[in-house]
Every structure is written in C-alpha cells, then in structure tokens.
C-alpha cells in the first residue's frame, strides 16, 4: 500500500497540533503539514506527494480555495474533521469522518479501519468498487458524458464528477481509453458494446 500523505487543515491550532499527534503514531500515514490557513493549504497543495486532505467542518463550509481543490484535483483524498456539528454540503465526497468529541481509541479505530480499506482496494480495486462506481465506470467507457451519465443514473452530474474522482484514485487509472481497457478485461462491458459505438 501506497503512504498516505497527509496534510491537516482546520482554523484551531489546538486542534491541529492533537491531530498531528494522532496520526503520526499510525503505520502508512505521513503527516506533511499542518495548515490553518488559505494561503498554506495553496502552498503545500503544489506538493506533488500529498495525496490526502483531512479539514475540518468550518474549513469547508469557509475556504474557497479548499473547495477549488477538492472540485479540480482528481488525485487527492478527503477526510472531514467535525468541529462544531455544523453540516456540510452533502455534495462532497469522504472517505474518513473524525470528530473532536471523540475517544482517542475511537479515532484510531477509524483511521486503522479506513486503512484496512485502502490496502484491501490496492489488493483488488475491482472488488473494491461500489455497485454505483461500476456503473458509473460502465457509462464512461461506453464514452458517455458527465451530463448522460447523470440522466441515464438519475444522479446529478457532480455526483458523478466525484464518483469518477473517486474511480481514478482507486484504480491508478486516469485516462477514457485505460477505464474502457480496465472495464473490458474486468468483464464490466463486452467487446460487442464497444464496436456498436464505431
């Protein structure tokens, strides 16, 4: 399994700082930064290996800089650290949710848990794949659009936006043709799919 590397990012330095320690005790995880700032975030964010962003709640609901990286950077990881139970829109996407209210050996259990997936997925990223991921991957390899998708699925087409983030970063795969080659050899399409569209 690929190290998780991990930029944290919420407004409390308290916060922050008992986050950083946390993580730093766990197997897989390095902790690259610790932000609480816009003009932080963009300037760790052009590194190259960070490939997991944990913020917390105000930070998603606050920071426009935040939202553009999680809308356009397809290779990034998300995580949510709840701070004042405020509610996040329910458009995004994450893979680890934490509170501060919680236990130390509940926030371990989460982060080995979330662990445990990852190495599962990289053992077989097919498996791995929701119901809803393979049929959005399907759809893609059949060469239709975000928007078909989306009506063909009844789901809007950001959701399907952040399904196929979410395919890319499982698979490793980044490109319509290496999904479609992925999808054919995973027995997700047949051959005969792909000639009906020439």
Do not use: C, P
């Amino acid at each position: 399994m690929k190290s998780i590397q991990l930029v944290i990012f919420t407004e409390s330095f308290i916060i922050n700082k008992g986050l950083e320690f946390i993580f730093k005790k766990i197997r897989g995880l390095t902790v690259v930064d610790v932000v609480d700032n816009e003009q932080d975030l963009l300037a760790i964010n052009n590194n190259k290996e960070v490939n997991f962003i944990l913020a917390s709640d105000r930070m998603f609901n606050s920071s426009v800089a935040l939202i553009n990286i999680y809308k356009t950077d397809n290779n990034k990881t998300w995580g949510l650290i709840n701070t004042d139970n405020s509610q996040v829109n329910g458009l995004y996407n994450f893979d680890l949710k934490l509170s501060i209210l919680e236990l130390e050996s509940d926030t371990m259990y989460k982060i080995q848990d979330y662990l445990n997936r990852i190495s599962e997925s990289s053992n077989d990223s097919e498996q791995y794949l929701s119901k809803r991921e393979k049929d959005i991957l399907k759809q893609v390899a059949l060469g239709l659009t975000n928007s078909q998708i989306g009506e063909k699925l009844f789901i809007s087409q950001h959701t399907v936006v952040t399904h196929r983030k979410k395919i890319t970063a499982k698979l490793g795969i980044k490109t319509i043709s290496g999904l479609t080659v992925y999808a054919l050899l995973n027995n997700l399409i047949e051959i005969s799919d792909v000639d009906e569209l020439n």
